[in-house]
């Protein structure tokens, strides 16, 4: 993160879900994950687990990155599924 910048980091199970714009050759590939810290500049760190493997966390400019809600989320993170 960025010195000085106010970086804002989310509180434990209010962390927000994402979805990234990704550029790749003549296209763009959106993926959904959670926006772990915010800052004021112009990255977020972005959270998301692939098929099976362990989390990865990317630092995504904020410009390519939309808010969304858990339920328009292509991928759901298991550890905050709503308790029934």
Same mark, same amino acid.
């Given at each position: ?6 970086a804002?980091r989310? $509180? ?10 990704i550029?790749? !050759?003549?296209?763009?590939?959106v ?11 112009p ?5 998301r687990q692939?098929a099976?493997e362990?989390?990865?966390t990317l630092?995504i400019?904020?410009a390519?990155?939309m808010?969304? !809600?858990?339920?328009?989320s ?5 550890n905050d599924?709503? !308790? $029934?």
């Open positions: 993160m960025t010195p000085g910048a106010g804002r989310f $509180t434990y199970r209010r962390v927000p879900y994402g979805g990234a714009r550029p790749k !050759s003549r296209e763009e590939l993926v959904d994950g959670k926006v772990l810290f915010l800052e004021d500049g990255l977020l760190n972005f959270s692939y099976g362990r989390m990865r630092f400019p904020a390519r990155v808010l969304i !809600s858990r339920e328009d292509a991928w759901q993170d298991v599924r709503p !308790s $029934t």
